[in-house]
């Protein structure tokens, strides 16, 4: 566990500061879903990305290796905007190498990243038996309806 955080005092009109370190508890301690205020607050304003995946050699979707004009990226199975806002899902979980892929930026990267439906399969596979209960009814519903895995080019077999 990770523990810093710096606090900024003013200490003159023309922006002098000076820093002090308090401690605080930072990431989410493994977890792979937000609670119901960290959801909250994430719907607000979505977190920043921190990938720390290495890249793989070639593209994971097409199995060919990256250009100068479609370089190779880090991209998410599961979106941000999926993951967060209707899944509940941490920012620490999303940026795991469970849900990095290696892809072209220009012609595999969104070929990379699954749907709703496709997350909740993924999830799923993933041994998700149940989804917080703070989630709007229609995720809820949708949670319940989607029984199967997604199939294995949507697990991240790609």
Same mark, same amino acid.
């Given at each position: 566990?990770?523990?810093?955080?710096?606090?900024?005092?003013?200490?003159?009109?023309?922006?002098?500061?000076?820093?002090?370190?308090?401690?605080?508890?930072?990431?989410?301690?493994?977890?792979?879903?937000?609670?119901?205020?960290?959801?909250?607050?994430?719907?607000?304003?979505?977190?920043?990305?921190?990938?720390?995946?290495?890249?793989?050699?070639?593209?994971?979707?097409?199995?060919?290796?990256?250009? #100068? &004009?479609?370089? /190779?990226?880090?991209?998410?199975?599961?979106?941000?905007?999926? %993951? !967060?806002?209707? =899944?509940?899902?941490?920012?620490?979980?999303?940026?795991?190498?469970?849900?990095?892929?290696?892809?072209?930026?220009?012609?595999?990267?969104?070929? #990379? &990243?699954?749907? /709703?439906?496709?997350?909740?399969?993924?999830?799923?596979?993933? %041994? !998700?038996?149940? =989804?917080?209960?703070?989630?709007?009814?229609?995720?809820?519903?949708?949670?319940?309806?989607?029984?199967?895995?997604?199939?294995?080019?949507?697990?991240?077999?790609?």
């Amino acid at each position: 566990m990770r523990i810093s955080l710096i606090i900024v005092r003013r200490l003159g009109t023309h922006g002098n500061h000076k820093m002090s370190r308090v401690q605080r508890t930072v990431g989410f301690g493994g977890r792979m879903f937000l609670d119901g205020p960290e959801w909250l607050t994430y719907c607000k304003r979505k977190p920043v990305r921190y990938i720390r995946t290495s890249k793989a050699a070639v593209c994971q979707v097409c199995g060919l290796p990256g250009s #100068s &004009e479609n370089p /190779l990226q880090n991209a998410h199975i599961i979106g941000f905007d999926v %993951g !967060v806002i209707d =899944l509940g899902m941490t920012p620490d979980f999303l940026d795991s190498e469970k849900n990095i892929v290696t892809a072209h930026r220009r012609t595999c990267n969104k070929q #990379s &990243e699954l749907d /709703l439906k496709g997350s909740m399969g993924r999830l799923r596979n993933l %041994g !998700v038996k149940e =989804l917080p209960r703070y989630l709007q009814a229609a995720i809820q519903e949708a949670w319940g309806a989607a029984v199967e895995p997604c199939p294995a080019r949507e697990r991240g077999a790609m």
